[in-house]
């Protein structure tokens, strides 16, 4: 893996959540973007390297509304950048790790996604992405 591209963090309302992170940061969200298939809108700010993902539910069947019902707001996510999301599937699928998808499949910012079960990885959501080019 090539490094952390991203930390995916659920918030109850973007609407508050970006002003904050904003001035947490010092640095403006230069993206928002709803991904309908998986039910959430997020908001993108760059921090050196890596960026910070913000996750809010669209809808009550949203998993990040789940994730908040159950855990509250918080880190949800890590995201590693892959060269080959393709080949580093089927090397995690080979040592035991549970992909949630068997294809890559289109996730916000550009990028071909694939999650790994937080049951396999020590209760972590991990996140697999290869830039769209
Ligand atoms: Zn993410």
Redesign the pocket.
Known sequence: MLKIE?L?IAVKELQTSIPLFEQLLNTPCYKTEIVASEAVSTAFFQTGDSKI?LLEATKAESPIAKFIDKKGEGIH?I?FEVENIEAEMKRLAALGFELLNQTPKK??DNKM?CFLHPKTTNGVLI?L?QEIK
């Open positions: 991203h995916g993902e996510h995201a996730g916000a996604v996140e992405c």
